[in-house]
Structures are given as C-alpha cells and as structure tokens.
C-alpha cells in the first residue's frame, strides 16, 4: 500500500525550487521552502511572491518560505532538493541533521561536484552516509521554470533503484500540464542534465558570433555523442540520452532565450569576458562550473570530447571563440558512428562500419 506524503519540503527558492513549491502547493501538499536569503523571505510572506527569482507568479498559501533548515526540515517525509550543485554539499552539511531517516529524497539539482567529480546523488550519499536510509531519486528533463508554472505542457523523468521511491514521487509531481516518466538509470539521467550545460555554453557562443542554424545543429548533435561516449564510459545506458534528460534538455538548453547557459555562450561570443558576465548574473549558470568536471572526466575514462575541450579553453583559457571553432572544424576526418557493441573507440579509423 502506497504511504501517503502529508508535508513536503524544497530546499531552495530559485526560479526552479519555487516553481515546483509552487507546482506542489497548487496539488494540495503542505509545502515548507527553504530560501537562503532571509530578506526574501520576508519579501515572499508580504507580498506572495519571489520578485528575485520568479517575478509575477503568486505562490499558494499552502507555501510557507523560512530560511531556517531545521524549521523547513523536521518532520517531513519528502525532501526537494533544488540549490545550485557547488552548494549542495555544504547546504547538507548543515542540513543533514534535521532530515529524517528513511525519507524519499528528490535530487532536482543539475551539475557535477569539481575535484571529487561526483554526480548529485553521489554527493547526497557521501553526506548522508548509509545510515540515514534516504531513498533517492532525481528528478531532471526539459523544465523552464516559467513555462511549468503558466502551465505549459512538459514531461519529466525521475529517475532512481527504489520501486516504491520512483512512484512516489511520480505520483507526488505528475499534473495535468506536467507529466513524470520513470527511469532506472540514475546515471544516464543524472549526466545528461548537467553535461547538456556545457554544450548549451557552446550553442550559445555560434549565436553571439552569428553562425547561425547550422552550426548549432551540428554542435547539438555532436555534443550529444560526446554526452553518450562518456555516459558509456560510466556506466548509463546509452538509450537514456535520447530521451528526456538527454536530447530533450539539450535541445531545450540549446534553443531558449531562458536558458542560461545559453545566454553565457551568446555574450561570450558577442565579447563579453566571462568574469564580468557572472558578477552581472544573480542566477548560476551551471554548465561554467560543470566544464572543469566534464573534461576531468573526459581525461579519467579516456573519452575524447572535442567540444567540451574547446569550451574548457575558452572558459578557462580566454581562447578566441574563432580560434575554438577552427580547431573544431580542422580535425582529422573521421567516420561519423561506430557502432560495434554501440560505440566503438573513435580513433580516427574511416574503415565502414558493420
């Protein structure tokens, strides 16, 4: 028999954590948000609504914003986790505490940790440890935050090992303008939503530069393949980026005036550096911080990923947009697939492929 979840908490009030407060509230749930800033948070109980991150949308009373973790924590079964991914692990630190054992645990956070390359729910476990008993899933998909909130239409997965976790949550989540498909490849679904960030860094550097369609078409598609050599490589099923949390959110990412990422790309190639870029951003744009720990794990598994190279190197290196694009386009020619056992290593050989 399915557990009924009385109270839900959202640990943290961006524009996606308060969308999906918001989403939840709408549903019924008795809903605490955990908001870092405590003038926000009066600024949220005066007005019901988070001006900073999610102007125009009233949040139901059924939301109840505090910036305490304890007062936002004890007690509830079901636990959202939506701050930015350099943040989770000392936001759990002070968190872990007040979490309640054997709770369901959505990890909604989208990148990997630098240095230990850890994905969220590695992060979440390293913390937790064994003996807290959470039963994680992610929940990751083509979501703009706005959109969810007015109602769009939009699919999401969630994605996890516990039967009973995944459709609880499912069940929590799914409306009617906001669908939840199941998943049980924890890592396919967790990389593709924090590496389709760095390619979104690169679509958006061929719109500042003005190249046009083509050219993000074939980063799209290339930089999918690069998602998928290395998802291998870990582990994922290579199906899975072909599905919500891969080609889906790399397409959404890719193509959107919302996305951030994007955005940083577009006035990168426009001539803006990068440090001025992220002092004049309130929000994080992931796929910066997400590059160093893609391409550390590119060296780790021996995984060729030209672009996220290129992307590393203007990021970190201040190579010309122009420069990265030539290197790109000048490489050895090579066959586009190599399907034996669905990849094959891609050493530049041309001979076909069976």
């Not at 943040?87 to 872990?96: F, G, N, P, Q, Y």
């Not at 969630?158 to 039967?163: M, Q, R, T």
């Not at 050599?229 to 919500?244: I, S």
């Not at 426009?270 to 910066?288: D, F, H, T, Y």
Request: some cysteine; proline content about 4%; overall charge neutral.
């Amino acid at each position: 028999m399915e557990r009924e979840i009385n109270q839900i908490s959202v640990v943290g009030a961006g524009s996606w954590g308060t969308a999906l407060a918001l989403l939840l509230g709408e549903k019924g749930y008795r809903v605490r948000l955990w908001v870092y800033e405590p003038e926000l948070v009066d600024a949220i109980r005066e007005t019901g609504i988070n001006r900073m991150y999610l102007p125009g949308i009233r949040i139901p009373e059924a939301v109840q914003p505090d910036h305490s973790l304890k007062k936002v924590l004890e007690g509830s079964e079901f636990v959202v986790w939506v701050t930015p991914s350099h943040t989770i692990r000392d936001v759990l630190e002070s968190a872990k505490r007040h979490i309640e054992p054997g709770s369901i645990f959505v990890g909604a956070s989208k990148g990997i940790e630098n240095n230990s390359l850890m994905r969220v729910s590695e992060i979440v476990g390293d913390v937790l440890k064994a003996d807290m008993s959470v039963r994680y899933v992610t929940l990751s998909g083509p979501t703009f935050a706005h959109e969810v909130v007015r109602r769009h239409p939009t699919t999401a997965v969630i994605a996890g090992k516990d039967p009973e976790a995944l459709k609880a949550a499912q069940r929590v989540f799914n409306t009617r303008s906001f669908r939840i498909y199941l998943n049980d490849d924890e890592v396919g679904v967790e990389l593709g939503g924090a590496l389709k960030n760095v390619i979104a860094i690169a679509a958006g550097i061929t719109a500042g530069l003005n190249l046009g369609s083509n050219s993000r078409a074939a980063l799209i598609t290339r930089g999918l393949w690069e998602i998928v050599r290395l998802g291998r490589a870990m582990g994922a099923n290579p199906l899975t980026f072909l599905g919500l949390a891969g080609m889906g959110d790399l397409i959404l990412t890719c193509d959107g005036t919302r996305s951030r990422n994007f955005l940083v790309g577009k006035r990168i190639g426009e001539g803006e550096p990068l440090r001025a870029i992220q002092e004049s951003m309130r929000m994080v744009a992931e796929g910066v911080k997400t590059t160093l720990s893609a391409r550390q794990l590119a060296q780790k598994y021996n995984i060729e990923m030209p672009i996220t190279e290129k992307v590393y190197e203007v990021l970190y290196h201040e190579k010309s947009p122009h420069s990265a694009i030539e290197e790109l386009m000048t490489r050895k020619l090579k066959f586009e697939l190599y399907m034996d056992n669905l990849i094959r290593d891609d050493s530049g050989d041309t001979s076909p492929v069976h």
